[in-house]
Antibody
Framework: QVQLVQSGTEVKKPGASVKVSCKTS????????IHWLRQAPGQGPEWMGW????????SYAQAFQARVTMTRDTSVSTAYVELSSLRFDDTAVYYC???????????????WGQGTTVTVSS | DFVMTQSPDSLAVSLGERATIDCKSS????????????LAWYQQKPGQPPKLLIH???TRESGVPDRFSGSGSGTDFTLTISSLQAEDVAVYYC?????????FGQGTKLGIK
């Protein structure tokens, strides 16, 4: 079955960087866009951007443009998001999610990773 | 940015009764060239990621019970649960994927009366 499995909990200091991985299985990794989102406690999800594994193309939300990098390694069917210059308000659960239609950017997100908790604390 | 506003913020409904959640977008999410509304609904239970229920405003995902339905067009949308079951207790989000940054509503917490 289709699965997205994310890396484990991270605790970082302000100003540091964090890199979260999203290992996929059960489908052709290159064919589906992967979106990254985060969710602060008690809030709705916040979209960060997407990556298209086939060509590495990316689109980032303006709010994260200066600090986020999304990459992929097709040899291990894994997507990554790195967020730099961490602030206290970057504390959240970070999710990867697959778009539910091949080669489509805009569609529902049909499979999600389990989430990675990132805590920024001094 | 598209602002998605859900109402109510919380809702309590008796088992077997109908639950209705509204979502209003600050701009239309209807793409005229294909007549599709770029609007999805998700269900989120504590400690879990969101689960896609409906996309294109009214198309139910495979495996989602038919008591869940979506309606609306343009800027105004509704998620209806026709007969509430205990397992439907969750937070529900609407989500527009018409324009970046893709945005979500603030969520509606659904409980049992």
């Amino acid at each position: 079955q289709v699965q997205l499995v994310q890396s484990g909990t991270e605790v970082k200091k302000p100003g540091a960087s964090v890199k979260v991985s999203c290992k996929t299985s059960g489908y052709t990794f290159s064919d589906y866009y992967i979106h990254w989102l985060r969710q602060a406690p008690g809030q709705g999800p916040e979209w960060m951007g997407w990556i298209y594994p086939k060509n590495g193309g990316t689109s980032y939300a303006q709010a994260f443009q200066a600090r986020v990098t999304m990459t992929r390694d097709t040899s291990v069917s894994t997507a990554y998001v790195e967020l730099s210059s961490l602030r206290f308000d970057d504390t959240a659960v970070y999710y990867c999610a697959r778009v539910g239609l091949p080669a489509a950017i805009e569609y529902g997100l049909d499979v999600w990773g389990q989430g990675t908790t990132v805590t920024v604390s001094s | 940015d598209f602002v998605m506003t859900q109402s109510p913020d919380s809702l309590a409904v008796s088992l077997g009764e109908r639950a209705t959640i509204d979502c209003k977008s600050s701009q239309s999410v209807l793409y005229s060239s294909n007549n599709k509304n770029y609007l999805a609904w998700y269900q989120q239970k504590p400690g879990q990621p969101p689960k896609l229920l409906i996309h294109w405003a009214s198309t139910r995902e495979s495996g989602v019970p038919d008591r869940f339905s979506g309606s609306g067009s343009g800027t105004d949308f509704t998620l209806t649960i026709s007969s509430l079951q205990a397992e439907d207790v969750a937070v529900y989000y609407c989500h527009q994927y018409y324009s970046t940054p893709y945005t979500f509503g603030q969520g509606t917490k659904l409980g049992i009366k």
